[in-house]
């Protein structure tokens, strides 16, 4: 990369972090190309972005970024992984990796909901319902109040046919 080329990575990155609602830096070492591809296209189906990022261009960036202390975490080979999205569904994708089985993915530090994060604060924020969950629940319980309502309103005039079905068969038998 030439010089203009990094400076357009530097500022085209700074733009994507300064709109992250997560991120997490990663060590990938050990990831042959056919695990680093899987990797990617499954995070891009889910609007995660990953970049693998030289230090001294990802230091730049975490210095014009809220997340400066991230910056101490850059050593080895590492890859950025962020999202705009919503922050819990996109820790939720790194966590399905990084517990696969024989895939050697490292959590080394990260940030989400405007703050910086351990890797056992990353695995606590995945395993809490997403957006998305979370709107599909409240939909339910807004749903619950009125359903039950309808089925308590169905439920009395079928109470009052069986109770008066049974009136009748008890007065046909009196008379019999």
């Not at 190309?33 to 960036?61: D, G, P």
């Not at 910056?71 to 966590?95: E, F, I, N, R």
Request: charged share 25%; no cysteine; aromatic share 8%.
């Amino acid at each position: 990369m030439n010089r203009s080329e990094k400076e357009a990575f530097v500022t085209h990155l700074t733009e994507g972090i300064g709109q992250a609602q997560a991120l997490a830096l990663m060590s990938f070492s050990r990831l042959n190309v056919e695990q680093m591809t899987a990797f990617r296209l499954s995070l891009s189906k889910r609007n995660v972005k990953v970049k693998v990022v030289k230090n001294t261009l990802a230091k730049r960036v975490f210095d014009q970024s809220p997340y400066k202390e991230v910056a101490q975490h850059l050593d080895g080979p590492t890859m950025l992984v962020y999202s705009p999205a919503d922050p819990v569904a996109t820790v939720k994708a790194m966590w399905e990796w990084a517990d696969k089985e024989n895939f050697n993915l490292k959590i080394k530090a990260g940030a989400a909901l405007g703050q910086i994060m351990t890797e056992l604060q990353l695995k606590a924020l995945s395993k809490l319902p997403g957006k998305n969950e979370m709107f599909v629940g409240f939909l339910w319980a807004l749903k619950s109040g009125p359903t039950r309502f309808l089925y308590a309103l169905q439920d009395a005039p079928r109470r009052m046919a069986y109770a008066l079905d049974a009136l009748k068969a008890k007065k046909e038998k009196e008379s019999t």
